[in-house]
């Protein structure tokens, strides 16, 4: 039996400018999984600590997108799965694409890496249609890409890596109240004005240029959401106070997470992403709402081995 223990990372999407097909990999906030080889043919799911998670295969984001990968790979091999959840559902941070991409990594990477990165990306996304309903790209990329990540196109799939300016940091608060992703999305307007959308494409092509660039300034004006933002953030408490006291201390720019209802702020540097911190704490210390607060560099390298071995009989 072949077992492989992983780091599966946090991430954020959107970014601001880009719904849907914009994210990036965090470095120190996670899951861990455990993922096996085993002699009995299928996939189960047969430990989960941290999080009340379904243990049926059909049900769980991890154990669905194993079997979409095992159905292209074309071999009913046995894979044990176990999950220990650091990441909280529904945070807004990518705790579904955590699951689905670390287990198809590190089946893949078992098997003796089969498919490329990218195409494990397709696989994952089964977990994140399983997950909300929608089979979208922008958390599971990064999370086996690293760094930061676009979409380019769904219909064919095609997803670039971006360029990650190593003095980039992200500080996110978690407030612990619950908003479904289907809530979020139902808020959102499916036809927007073509003043908006020129709006939108020309910030998101500047944050890409920023990246590559090393532009923090190009990037900051580009982290600016006229689309989404102004619908799905009346779901999330002191939304507009938190924004602007992080960037009144330094905030590249700050937006929603994911679907939320985390808040995400990207600084130059970790003193700035410290100083941020403190500042946002000050705001939900007031609320009465419990909440986390991660600060992180970006993860340029992804899913992370902590352990593998081999056993033989």
């Given at each position: 039996m ?21 994210g ?5 906030v ?10 009995d043919?299928?996939v189960?799911?047969?430990k ?56 198809v ?7 003796g890496?089969?498919?490329t ?8 996304m ?20 690293g760094?930061?990540?676009l979409?380019?196109?769904?219909d ?6 971006l ?13 612990q ?13 499916h ?8 709006h ?20 900051g ?9 102004p ?27 994911g679907?939320?209802?985390s ?11 410290n ?14 709402i ?8 970006i993860n ?14």
């Amino acid at each position: 039996m072949k077992s492989i223990k992983i780091f599966a990372p946090a991430t954020v999407a959107n970014l601001s400018c880009g719904f849907d097909v914009l994210g990036c990999c965090l470095d120190n906030v996670g899951d861990e999984m455990v993922i096996s080889i085993t002699a009995d043919p299928g996939v189960k799911i047969t430990k989960i600590e941290g999080a009340n998670l379904p243990m049926e295969t059909h049900k769980n984001v991890a154990g669905v997108a194993v079997e979409a990968f095992l159905k292209a790979y074309g071999e009913n091999i046995g894979v044990a799965i176990e999950i220990y959840k650091k990441i909280k559902a529904g945070s807004g941070i990518g705790s579904s694409a955590a699951s689905s991409s670390g287990a198809v990594w590190a089946v893949n990477h078992l098997l003796g890496n089969p498919f490329t990165t990218h195409e494990l990306v397709k696989f994952a996304m089964e977990g994140e249609k399983l997950a909300s309903g929608n089979a979208h790209a922008d958390n599971v990329a990064p999370a086996l890409l690293g760094g930061f990540t676009l979409v380019r196109s769904y219909d064919p799939l095609d997803i670039i890596k971006l360029h990650s300016p190593e003095d980039l940091v992200m500080t996110v608060i978690h407030p612990q109240i619950e908003v479904k992703t289907s809530d979020s999305r139902s808020v959102i307007k499916h036809k927007v004005t073509l003043k908006k959308a020129i709006h939108q494409w020309g910030n998101l092509g500047g944050f890409v240029a920023g990246l590559f660039t090393e532009d923090y300034d190009l990037i900051g004006r580009s982290l600016d959401d006229v689309i989404i933002e102004p619908l799905r953030s009346i779901l999330i408490p002191e939304f507009n106070n938190v924004k602007n006291a992080a960037i009144a201390k330094g905030a590249l720019g700050s937006g929603i997470s994911g679907s939320g209802p985390s808040i995400f702020a990207l600084s130059k540097g970790m003193k700035v992403a410290n100083d941020v911190a403190t500042a946002i704490q000050d705001i939900y210390e007031k609320t009465g709402i419990d909440f986390d607060i991660h600060i992180s560099k970006i993860n340029s390298k992804g899913i992370k081995i902590i352990e593998e071995t081999e056993y033989r009989k």
